[in-house]
Every structure is written in C-alpha cells, then in structure tokens.
C-alpha cells in the first residue's frame, strides 16, 4: 500500500488535493445529502412539468438563481423554509410528515394494580 502512495505522490508533485477532504465529508452527510438529491429531482421534475426556468423559481422564491441552482443539483442542506417556499412556488409537495408510532417491541411495559386481600401488588402486563 505504501508503494502505491509514494507513486500517487510523485505524480502529483506533492501538490495538495482536497479530494480526500471531500469524500470525508460526503461520508459524513451522506444522510442529508440524499434527502437533498431526492428533494432536487422532484424540483427539476416540476420545473420541467410546469414549464418554469431556475430564474422564475428564484423570483417566485425570492432567493438568487444561484441558490435554486445549488438546490436543483442536491447540494444544499435546505430548511423547512426553504421546502415550504419550494412547495408553494412549485404547488406541489415535497415532504410528507409520518405520524410517529412505536413498534409494538418497543412500547413500554405498562405496570397494572392487583389488590390481593387487601394489599396492592404490581404487575408488569
């Protein structure tokens, strides 16, 4: 592994690259980072559906084409704000909120009373 290195740094001359930096912290917001790519390809459909440039996007949000840009190729980690704009200019739903609910597996134990002549036990049901 060591002899593949020292070829890798004499073809780059010493030169610095940031390519490890970088895929470091694609790892590390992988996450949000597909939510986002997933929110871009449903903006660049509904642009293309609607007929509607970047730019009329960003007026209609009132952000910088620049902004929806970095939004449409899924680089940006974007708000709640920012999703409720996107919606309202699209008119279309990008995020969906599931109501909460634990699994059965996880549901706490519930503790139940048991009076047994004339004293209180507790059972876990």
Not at 19 to 28: F, I, Y
Not at 82 to 101: N, R
């Amino acid at each position: 592994m060591s002899e593949i290195r020292k070829k890798l740094g004499e073809l780059s001359k010493g030169e610095s690259s940031e390519w490890g930096e970088k895929a470091q912290w694609r790892r590390e917001n992988r996450a949000w980072l597909k939510k986002s790519q997933a929110i871009a390809f449903e903006v660049l459909e509904a642009l293309d559906e609607k007929k509607l440039t970047q730019k009329k996007l960003a007026d209609l949000m009132n952000v910088t084409p620049q902004y929806v840009n970095n939004i449409v190729k899924g680089h940006e980690n974007l708000t709640l704000e920012t999703i409720a704009k996107l919606e309202k200019a699209l008119g279309v739903e990008l995020m969906t909120i599931v109501k909460f609910q634990r699994k059965e597996a996880e549901l706490p134990k519930q503790t139940v009373k048991a009076t047994v002549r004339g004293t209180t036990n507790k059972k876990a049901a």
